[in-house]
């Protein structure tokens, strides 16, 4: 009886890579578009200010520093949730079972002291 074995070879690292679940991906990729956007409004808004006020070596039109003015007071806004969304504090990391608990909590304990 004749029997036949055949003999592979593969190259490389026959395990594959762990990739990661769709969601980590996505959180990854919104990381780092985030932080891109972040540097451009930063810097964006410190080349503005520095056109404003640090090379006033000549005059500038009126209607151009009108509108330079106005994009600081634009852009101030959107630094001002870039850095909230960046700094927030710890509270904000707080599963959102954990606040539903202590709110039901807090809502037995104001079921008692209703006044009218």
């Given at each position: 009886?004749?029997?036949?074995?055949?003999?592979?070879?593969?190259?490389g690292s026959p395990e594959k890579k762990e990739t990661g679940s769709v969601n980590e991906r996505v959180q990854y990729l919104r990381f780092w578009a985030r932080s891109l956007l972040s540097l451009c409004v930063f810097g964006i808004y410190f080349y503005?200010?520095?056109?404003?006020?640090i090379t006033a070596d000549t005059e500038i039109s009126?209607?151009?520093r009108n509108l330079l003015q106005i994009l600081v007071g634009a852009l101030t806004v959107v630094v001002s949730s870039?850095?909230?969304?960046?700094w927030a504090s710890a509270d904000d990391l707080?599963?959102?079972?954990i606040k539903d608990k202590n709110k039901?909590?807090?809502e037995?304990?104001?079921v008692g002291n209703i006044t009218t």
């Open positions: 009886m004749e029997k036949i074995t055949e003999k592979t070879t593969v190259k503005i200010i520095s056109q404003l006020f009126d209607s151009s870039i850095s909230q969304y960046w707080v599963p959102d079972s039901t909590e807090e037995k304990k104001d």
